[in-house]
């Protein structure tokens, strides 16, 4: 019995870690890792955000290693959405670390979008999220398509090419 109750425990741990979901469902998701289903990228609603490279410790410019990082994300939402409703998930590529390219391998993208869960909308309010660059990429698409975000949508992003 007990052996049975373990069986079933860990089947559910392992289905949480990467689910196939309709896009309208995805916040209701708690999957590590998705594919979305039955949505479309909107690359005409996109959100971005700059964090520049630290300064020196020792003050004056950064170090000649370090580099800005660009946070680039792109809604996606089900059929028949309009800027009425939340964006009820998004799409990054965490590999790519300028906004162009970002967006060219999204452009690029063929299939439901699928991958690891980055960050929540949300998950801002939770300990070492606060200066989370996907949520004000998110942040900054609000603002500039007059859209909200659902909370709990996930960002997903997209694995580096030649992964799975």
């Not at 439901?112 to 004000?136: F, I, N, Q, Y």
Request: aromatic share 4%; glycine share 10%; proline share 7%.
């Amino acid at each position: 019995m007990l052996v049975a109750t373990l069986l079933s425990v860990v089947a559910v741990a392992c289905q949480d870690k990467h689910a196939t979901v309709a896009v309208a469902d995805a916040p209701a998701s708690r999957a590590l890792a998705m594919t979305l289903e039955r949505g479309t990228i909107r690359h005409d609603v996109r959100g971005t955000f700059k964090l520049p490279c630290a300064p020196s410790p020792r003050g004056g410019a950064s170090t000649p290693t370090c580099s800005d990082s660009y946070f680039t994300v792109f809604a996606v939402v089900p059929d028949g959405w309009t800027k009425g409703n939340p964006v009820p998930a998004w799409l990054t590529c965490a590999s790519e670390r300028l906004v162009d390219a970002c967006d060219a391998r999204v452009r690029a993208h063929a299939g439901s979008p699928s991958g690891r869960v980055a960050v929540r909308v949300g998950d801002g309010d939770k300990l070492g999220r606060a200066v989370s660059g996907w949520e004000k990429a998110i942040d900054d698409a609000v603002v500039q398509h007059g859209v909200s975000a659902a909370e709990g949508g996930p960002v997903i992003s997209l694995p580096a090419l030649g992964q799975p």
